[in-house]
Structure formats: structure tokens, C-alpha cells
């Protein structure tokens, strides 16, 4: 079936640092891509989203890539700070159509060191 | 305006036995999800419904579950004869719309099946 792949399940960086998330999906016919922020006890919370007709999003400090080709999106955050701690979420639409069905990848917990 | 809600947030239940989990989506949105999550895990997509359409059930992981939505507004998520395997946050998201609309999330319930 369907699945979304996410790497690494734990990444830390040094205040100031970038970090980056990587996911691959299986569905060729996934055309959304959003990515979720879940800190300790609280909800996921949309940070980003692409969608196929695009290669890169930018927002502030945050930016998405796709390459369709090859199945893959990655998460970049530049100048990391403290509050950038959290579980973060890939996820891709499932299967043709105007569908809002989401995989959601393992989930990566970012640490950022002071 | 007002976000998900679920209610309740907590539930401690004896195996065997059944639980409702309640979900009141952000007015106007036509979407409704239901999303398990277990301790340290990705999001597992359970179910949705969109408009007056057939729900999308094709997530649910047994007979023993299942979902309505009525007045398109209000979702209760039944689960039956509850097992320990269930244990985990049931979140709960909408979305106005499908096909690449932000899906919002509850706090979730999160069940305990002793």
C-alpha cells in the first residue's frame, strides 16, 4: 500500500544551525504535501505545504522542496532556535482526485541545542 | 473563531468494553477526519467524511470501529469492545474542503484500555 518514508527519526542541532527532514512517498499520484510542527502534549499544527505543481515553497525560516520525479520532499529550517523543538510531520495525499486522505510519515524530533 | 474540539480528553476504559470519542469540527467545514496516534508514532489515517458524501472508512482497523457525522457537523468515533491495543490519542481534524485544504487538529482523547 501507500506509504511515506521519514528520515531521521531524531536529528540535533546547534542553536543557530540548519536542520533538514526528509521524506519519500510511494503514490505517484500524491499532489500535497504538508508538513506538521507537534511539541510535547499538544496537537500538530500545519508550519509549510506544497503542492506537486511546484518545486520550492519558502516561509520566513522554513522551506519545502519536491522532486516529483524521484518521490521525494525535504523539510529546511535555517538559523534553528530553541522553540523549533518538536516532533515534526511529513505527510502526502493518498490516491487521485480531489481526495484529502494524508499518509503521514514516522515523524523526526528535532532538538535544538542553546 | 473557535477550533477542534474533542471531548473527552482523557478516557480509562476495561478491556471489553465500549467507548465514544467526540469530535465538533471549525464551523463551516465540510471535512472531518479521525487520525490514531500511538506513543511515539506517526499519524494513522482512520477515516473521513466530506459533505453528504459515503465517509471514506477504508482506514478503520477493525469491525470493532466505527464513525458517524451527523448534521454534517458533530463526529462520534465508536470503538467497541475495546482491546489494549486501542490505547493511544485519537485526534480529530477538519478542513474546508478537500484536496489540498489545511486540515486543522483537535487536542485528541487520549484512551487508555486497562
Known amino acids: 500500500g501507500e506509504n511515506v518514508e521519514q528520515h531521521p527519526s531524531t536529528l540535533s542541532v546547534q542553536e543557530g544551525d540548519s536542520a533538514v527532514i526528509k521524506c519519500t512517498y510511494s503514490?505517484?499520484?500524491?499532489?500535497?504535501f504538508p508538513w506538521y510542527k507537534q511539541e510535547l502534549g499538544k496537537r500538530p499544527q500545519l508550519i509549510i505545504d506544497?503542492?506537486?505543481?511546484?518545486g520550492e515553497k519558502k516561509d520566513q525560516r522554513i522551506a519545502v522542496t519536491l522532486n516529483k520525479t524521484a518521490k521525494h520532499f525535504s523539510l529546511h529550517i535555517t538559523e534553528t532556535q530553541p522553540e523549533d523543538s518538536a516532533v515534526y510531520f511529513c505527510?502526502?495525499?493518498?490516491?487521485?482526485?480531489?481526495?484529502?486522505?494524508?499518509?503521514f510519515g514516522q515523524g523526526t524530533t528535532l532538538q535544538v541545542k542553546p | 473563531g473557535a477550533g477542534v474540539s474533542q471531548s473527552p480528553s482523557n478516557k480509562v476504559t476495561e478491556k471489553g468494553k465500549d467507548v465514544e470519542l467526540r469530535c465538533d469540527p471549525i464551523?463551516?467545514?465540510?471535512?472531518l477526519y479521525w487520525y490514531r496516534q500511538s506513543l511515539g508514532q506517526g499519524l494513522e489515517f482512520l477515516i473521513y467524511?466530506?459533505?453528504?458524501?459515503?465517509?471514506?472508512k477504508s482506514g478503520l482497523p477493525s469491525d470493532r470501529f466505527s464513525a458517524e457525522r451527523t448534521g454534517g457537523s458533530v463526529s462520534t468515533l465508536t470503538i467497541q469492545r475495546t482491546q489494549q491495543e486501542d490505547s493511544a490519542v485519537y485526534l480529530c481534524?477538519?478542513?474546508?474542503?478537500?484536496?489540498?485544504?489545511?486540515?486543522?487538529f483537535g487536542p485528541g482523547t487520549r484512551l487508555l484500555v486497562l
Open positions: 481534524a477538519s478542513s474546508l474542503g478537500t484536496g489540498g485544504k489545511t486540515q486543522y
Open positions: 503514490d505517484s499520484a500524491s499532489n500535497y
Open positions: 506544497i503542492r506537486s505543481n511546484v
Open positions: 505527510a502526502a495525499s493518498m490516491g487521485s482526485g480531489n481526495t484529502g486522505k494524508l499518509i
Open positions: 464551523s463551516g467545514h465540510t471535512a
Open positions: 467524511f466530506q459533505g453528504n458524501s459515503a465517509p471514506d
